[in-house]
């Protein structure tokens, strides 16, 4: 199959690398370096073990009760806070 490709600058430099250390022609790199992108691509995600996150003991809250921020803040701040 024939068609006309446009190269980002940085793929050309490489694909003119590669060639120039296998000594092979464009077309033969070309094609084995789409081969195995798209290999590659195609393949799934490996697995990976869910994050398990570790579990630590804070200790008792000081506090009895969080719900009003302003006195939470004022009795960590002091009462200059207020």
Request: charged share 30%; glycine share 4%; proline share 5%.
């Amino acid at each position: 199959m024939r068609t006309t490709l446009s190269l980002d600058d940085d793929v050309a430099v490489l694909l003119q690398q590669v060639r120039a250390a296998k000594q092979a022609r464009l077309k033969t790199v070309v094609n084995e370096a789409l081969r195995l992108g798209l290999q590659r691509m195609s393949a799934p995600a490996p697995r990976r073990e869910p994050y398990q996150t570790r579990v630590v003991d804070a200790g008792a809250c000081r506090l009895p009760n969080l719900d009003d921020v302003a006195e939470v803040l004022a009795g960590a701040e002091g009462h200059d806070f207020r």
